[in-house]
């Protein structure tokens, strides 16, 4: 755990002291290696749940989370999938952000082998209405086959040769199902990148270890919704790991209590 320093004033150009205190945070990572001992890969299977919102608590600007991106970002990003064993998410945020095949940089992938690790995670879709283009680049352009997770009243019928399908739950996808079924497949470290339907269900099932958010400094007002959606569930207790920050960008992680 990257424990934070003392608490500082902060002074203004004029010498005069600011009303409040300012945490001093611990410096940008120097290395990808720094960042992975940052957002490592867990001893026990683990279900860690990546999030970008703004200041005032939206997920997208216009529809898309492409606007609140900001510098440090996609650093993590890249270095969560890198670790990662499978990479899950909803068909309506693969769609909406139009994600392309999961391919990983060279140096991610020369990573991933030296640590005795598939050269590529696996690419996991939940949809339970199998509402999917076969063509999108998700699928066309994959550097192995897909899993799409769906119900078992949906028709696969469309995925043959493309996708290989897991069926759970008759009316709506059980994703603890889902990610038992996941484990029995060795993916032991699983993220999810949305969207926040798909965030509410995992919370919803009690499934969810960490909360990896990142906070935009943009305030962006009424209309987008939150990170998750759905039921509300019980308040679950939650411990920071640790705090970092580029530029105006927050970095926050959040693990379960005891894990």
């Known amino acids: 755990m990257v424990r934070l320093p003392a608490s500082r004033e902060q002074a203004d150009p004029t010498g005069d ?4 205190p300012v945490t001093s945070f611990p410096a940008w ?3 990808a290696g720094d960042l992975v001992e940052l957002y490592p890969r867990n001893p026990s299977p683990t279900l860690r749940v990546n999030f970008i919102a703004s200041a005032d608590g939206a997920v997208t600007v216009g529809g898309l989370s492409g606007g609140l991106h900001g510098p440090g970002d996609k650093e993590i990003f890249d270095s969560l999938r890198m670790v990662c064993d499978a990479l899950i998410v909803a068909a309506g945020t693969v769609q909406a952000e139009n994600y392309d095949a999961l391919r990983l940089t060279p140096a991610a992938r020369q990573w991933r082998i030296a640590h005795g690790l598939p050269e590529f995670p696996l690419m996991v879709i939940v949809s339970g209405s199998l509402n999917l283009d076969p063509d999108q680049l998700i699928f066309s352009d994959a ?3 897909p899993i799409v997770v769906t119900t078992t009243r949906a028709d696969p019928s469309a995925l043959t040769g493309i996708a290989d399908v897991i069926a759970v739950g008759d ?4 994703c603890a199902a889902a990610v038992r079924e996941l484990n029995a497949r060795g993916a032991a470290q699983l ?3 949305g969207g926040p339907h798909l965030f509410g269900a995992l919370l919803d099932a009690d499934l969810v270890d960490e909360l990896c958010l990142t906070v935009s400094p943009l305030l962006v007002g009424g209309g987008p919704g939150r990170i998750s959606s759905g039921a509300a569930t ?3 207790p939650m411990s920071l790991r640790h705090v970092l920050t580029l530029e105006d960008m927050l970095f926050l992680r959040y693990a379960r209590q005891g894990s």
């Open 17 to 20: 002291r600011a009303a409040g």
């Open 29 to 31: 990572p120097s290395s």
């Open 143 to 145: 550097p192995i086959r």
């Open 171 to 174: 009316d709506t996808v059980d």
């Open 191 to 193: 993220l999810c990148e």
């Open 234 to 236: 019980d308040p679950r």
